[in-house]
């Protein structure tokens, strides 16, 4: 077996109150972790972060109705937040929309590395980690999403979308458990 860590919208901008911050440490531990974890077996990790110009000209629709400056291009906002442990091996997308496949290369870098299985982490379940768990499903990829490692600022949104994609495009499995399942 051959797994990708590629992890989503782990941005300042997500975790400034709410949920997500309330869930910050927890899920950056988590997600450290498995990268640690992922790295010293000689897989690659992927950081996926969501980012726009300052006039949201390449955001998308809502964001640019609505005036929403998040993720802005030379913010703090847009870096992904300092608790977790990137190193300069790792591989970094920027993305424009909630799929980490639309308008990326995320598909030349995994056909260049050819893995068996993609392991999810990141913000937010029902957005971002559902249309890329589903694009990957798309793909022929087998999903795993790392349960400890993924969530919603809306826990009834998060909940709803955990029961869509278990079993239907994915996986959800505890950090113990995807150790064990890839033995690193």
Not at 141 to 164: C, M, Q, W
Request: glycine share 8%; charged share 25%; net charge negative.
């Amino acid at each position: 077996m051959k797994p990708v860590f590629i992890v989503i919208d782990m941005c300042e901008d997500f975790f400034t109150e709410g949920r997500l911050h309330d869930l910050k440490n927890y899920l950056s531990g988590a997600i450290n972790e498995l990268a640690s974890r992922f790295r010293k077996s000689g897989a690659s990790i992927i950081w996926v972060r969501q980012e726009f110009e300052p006039d949201l000209s390449d955001a998308f629709l809502t964001q640019r109705k609505q005036g929403i400056l998040m993720t802005i291009k030379g913010t703090p906002g847009a870096q992904l937040i300092s608790e977790l442990k990137v190193v300069s091996e790792d591989i970094e997308i920027i993305k424009k929309r909630y799929s980490a496949f639309f308008g990326t290369n995320l598909d030349s870098i995994l056909k260049d590395l050819s893995p068996t299985h993609l392991v999810f982490a990141g913000v937010n379940t029902h957005a971002c980690i559902r249309t890329a768990a589903v694009d990957a499903f798309q793909r022929d990829y087998e999903v795993i999403l790392a349960d400890e490692g993924i969530n919603s600022y809306d826990i009834g949104f998060h909940e709803d979308s955990k029961r869509y994609l278990e079993g239907r495009v994915g996986t959800f499995l505890s950090n113990s458990e995807i150790i064990k399942k890839f033995g690193i």
